[in-house]
């Protein structure tokens, strides 16, 4: 039995890596994984902190399910016309490490899908990254919808809803590069629960 219902393939459109606390992450071509995350990337690590909003005591220390962060041009190109921008939003922008044409409902991946890349290199879906109020207030201030104004703080958080993104964590290091061929494994819960079960 499979745990996957369905597998296809998609493009790398582009890689990203940020370095600063901002949340731009600037395009580099190719990047190398490790199983603690992106090689000079900031949110490389086995661990994180908390954020605002999760189920934990202050100060506590978890796994770092956010090891890499994924958005689609699909996804992108709906949000920006959904917010009338005059140039869509990149993923450069959105802080992302990867961006990926051919991936129906990007965001919609379930946690425990794969992305295989031609050297091996392998990432897990963790969760959907919902958009954060800081951004949208950031996107406010930068971008500029085609009639020449600013939209409004909470436009992003809108109009990203649902079409954000992922985030999710190194399975097999390796290389990846703008333009590889990905393969896509979408894990089907339902019928690994049935397999169990059985």
């Known amino acids: 039995m499979?745990?996957?219902?369905?597998?296809?393939?998609?493009?790398?459109?582009?890689?990203?890596?940020?370095?600063?606390?901002?949340?731009?992450k600037d395009s580099i071509g190719t990047a190398q994984v490790e199983l603690d995350g992106f090689v000079g990337d900031k949110h490389r690590s086995y661990m994180r902190g908390i954020?605002?909003?999760?189920?934990?005591?202050p100060g506590t220390i978890r796994r770092n399910n956010r090891?890499?962060?994924?958005?689609?041009?699909?996804e992108?190109?709906?949000?920006?016309?959904?917010?009338d921008l005059a140039q869509n939003l990149t993923p450069r922008v959105l802080g992302a490490n990867l961006c990926f044409k051919g991936i129906p409902d990007l965001s919609q991946l379930p946690k425990g899908s794969k992305l295989t890349f031609?050297?091996?290199?392998?990432l897990i879906v963790e969760e959907?990254?919902?958009?954060?109020?800081?951004?949208?207030?950031?996107?406010?201030?930068t971008q500029k919808t085609k009639s020449g104004d600013y939209?409004?703080?909470?436009?992003?958080?809108?109009?990203?809803?649902?079409?954000r993104g992922l985030v999710g964590i190194v399975d097999v290091a390796g290389q990846i590069n703008e333009g590889d061929d990905v393969k896509v494994q979408v894990f089907d819960s339902d019928r690994m629960f049935k397999f169990l079960s059985s």
């Open 2 to 24: 499979s745990e996957y219902s369905k597998t296809f393939n998609a493009t790398l459109v582009s890689v990203h890596i940020g370095k600063t606390i901002e949340f731009i």
């Open 51 to 57: 954020y605002e909003g999760e189920a934990y005591p």
């Open 67 to 74: 090891q890499w962060s994924a958005v689609s041009s699909e």
């Open 76 to 83: 992108l190109e709906m949000i920006s016309e959904s917010m």
């Open 118 to 122: 031609p050297s091996g290199a392998t």
């Open 128 to 141: 959907y990254n919902p958009p954060c109020h800081d951004m949208s207030e950031e996107i406010s201030k």
């Open 151 to 163: 939209p409004g703080k909470l436009d992003f958080l809108k109009a990203a809803k649902k079409l």
